[in-house]
């Protein structure tokens, strides 16, 4: 029991990141980014051409695929949704325009890293054991660790900085804030650059634990989409909560459901539409706080 | 006395529909301007065309001597003119705090912006009583003096009220009046003022504009307004 939760604290701490960031640029650009699957990958990737590759330290890694990614994050919103959202109103067109970046970045890390798994020595050895309760590999832990930290400092962030609460502003009422000084555009591509760059980071965080894949990225995207439908889309709140219970049902379902074989996600999809029927808006409803 | 703000023959479209059909229009230094119309005058409009929401077609529009159309929003708010809009437009999730810190966010004077938190506090105590509480369960009339509190922790010049008394208990809306004349008298901000309660409006303004189908049809001098026939039958409700 301790272990099935210690394990989907574990888990749904990387799930609440990736969540943060879908919601995060959802509620200020009205874009779902289904590239962010790829985003996540190409973060595990940077992370692993960093250590692995170049011999740096992790850390050194960590913050190459934050970086990467925040720069790709803005260039994409500059160069590719910022025209599209300016001359079509249709939601569509920002939807199809994040498919073809999605395939177009699973093309970009064929080409640049292959289609062999990769993965990058462990940062801690040893193993944890609380008297068999609770046994998890201390890198796992630190992972875990990382994560939670990157996610308090999210909400700090969002919370009491000028820019945070500026994004804040600009999910609740655009024109508002606007009027407050607040300029759409430029916080509309920090704002995807934040989104791009915890994407990264959970890649990188991840790297070291299961490594990374080519095939990873449309099944992250999914599992996103997920958590927020779960949590409720556009919300901090429900991003977190979302993350956090699909890791634990995912954690349950590992350990309950495996001898019956590999039938977790069907159930979880299963218990998701039944949910969705009664609660369409998630749990933690609509806007953004 | 010094021209603020001017609008010279404005014209401005949504899609093919007009909203004002070649407005001119001035404001002094230190004046309070009512704008007055039934709904759909183009008062609004006005307005959004001075804040940089909506792009005019055709005229110009000067502010301090400088042309104002073609400035960007958050340009305009830089320029000290600051607006509380139409149905007030709080953010709804925030705290009366940060609502109130959105406002002075083209500020970076730390000292400066805690000095005018502080005087719009005092001048609204409803809002030091609720200041860490969501917006949303704020009542009509005190989100209305948070949205003007809002305005004015950008230190504004000239203050732009759209509708202050819409949707508001009559007895706050004397409040309300009472506040914007405060305001303008204790801050030196000038202010125009649209409003649909037209007594009130000409009742705390200097001059007004009265609007129909995107043209001014009347204008002048706010006392004698409130006494001409033609806009007691008009705007006042003709209880001559
Ligand atoms: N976003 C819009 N799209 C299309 N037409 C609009 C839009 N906003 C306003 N209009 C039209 O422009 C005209 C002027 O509108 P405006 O909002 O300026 O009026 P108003 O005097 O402020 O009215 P009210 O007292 O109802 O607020 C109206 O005919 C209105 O229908
Ligand atoms: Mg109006």
């Not at chain 1, 991840?206 to 095939?215: F, K, M, P, R, S």
């Not at chain 2, 003007?148 to 732009?160: E, Y």
């Not at chain 2, 303008?184 to 009265?210: F, H, K, P």
Request: hydrophobic letters at 50%.
């Amino acid at each position: 029991m301790e272990q099935i939760i210690a394990n989907g604290l574990y888990l749904g701490a990387q799930y609440a990141l990736i969540a943060l960031g879908l919601t995060l640029i959802f509620s200020l650009m009205n874009v779902l980014n289904f590239a962010h699957g790829q985003m996540y990958v190409l973060g595990g990737f940077v992370c692993y051409t960093v250590v692995a590759q170049l011999g740096m330290p992790f850390i050194v890694g960590l913050v190459a695929s934050a970086l990467v990614l925040a720069v790709l994050g803005g260039l994409i919103e500059r160069f590719l949704f910022r025209p599209v959202i300016r001359r079509s109103k249709r939601d569509e067109s920002t939807m199809l325009l994040a498919a073809g970046i999605a395939f177009f970045l699973d093309a970009v890390i064929l080409l640049l890293f292959g289609e062999k798994q990769r993965g990058v020595p462990k940062v801690v050895n040893g193993v944890f054991n609380w008297d068999f309760r609770i046994i998890m590999p201390y890198d796992r832990i630190l992972i875990g660790m990382l994560a939670i930290g990157l996610i308090v400092a999210f909400i700090l962030f969002m919370q009491y900085s000028k820019a945070g609460r500026a994004m804040r502003a600009l999910a609740q009422d655009r024109v508002a804030a606007q009027l407050m000084g607040v300029d759409v555009d430029r916080y509309s591509m920090i704002g995807f650059a934040m989104g791009a760059m915890l994407a990264g980071l959970v890649g990188a965080l991840l790297v070291t634990i299961t490594g990374v894949n080519l095939g990873m990225g449309g099944p992250t995207s999914i599992k996103a989409f997920l958590m927020i439908m779960i949590g409720g889309a556009g919300v901090i709140s429900g991003a977190i909560a979302g993350g956090f219970i699909l890791g634990m049902m995912e954690s349950v379902g590992l350990s309950v459901l495996s001898s019956y074989g590999d039938v977790t996600y069907l159930v979880i999809f299963a218990t998701l539409m039944i949910f969705l029927a009664i609660r369409p808006q998630g749990l933690m409803g609509k806007p953004w706080g | 006395m010094t021209r603020m703000l001017s609008f010279d023959n404005v014209e401005l479209y949504y899609d093919h529909v007009y909203a004002l059909k070649g407005v001119s229009i001035e404001l002094n230094e230190g004046e309070t301007v009512a704008l007055i119309g039934a709904n759909g005058a183009g008062k609004s409009s006005i307005l959004r065309a001075i804040t940089g929401l909506r792009k005019i077609k055709s005229g110009q529009i000067t502010y301090m001597g400088e042309r104002l159309d073609g400035t960007s929003a958050p340009e305009v708010v830089r320029k000290g003119i600051a607006m509380v809009p139409e149905g007030r437009r709080v953010f709804p999730l925030m705290s009366v705090k940060d609502n109130l810190l959105m406002g002075a966010f083209t500020r970076s004077d730390k000292p400066g912006i805690e000095q005018t938190l502080e005087s719009i506090l005092t001048r609204f105590p409803r809002l030091r009583e609720r200041f860490n509480q969501q917006a949303s369960t704020l009542s009509g009339g005190e989100q209305q003096m948070m949205v003007i509190g809002r305005a004015l922790m950008a230190k504004p010049r000239l203050l732009l009220l759209d509708e202050p008394s819409l949707g508001i208990a009559p007895k706050l809306v004397q409040d309300i009046a009472r506040a914007i004349v405060a305001i303008s008298r204790d801050e030196g901000v000038s202010v125009l003022l649209v409003e649909q309660n037209s007594r009130m409006a000409l009742s705390i303004s200097n001059r007004a504009y009265a609007l129909s189908l995107g043209q001014v049809v009347l204008s002048g001098n706010s006392r004698e307004l409130l006494n001409d026939p033609r806009v007691k039958a008009a705007y006042l409700g003709g209880d001559v």
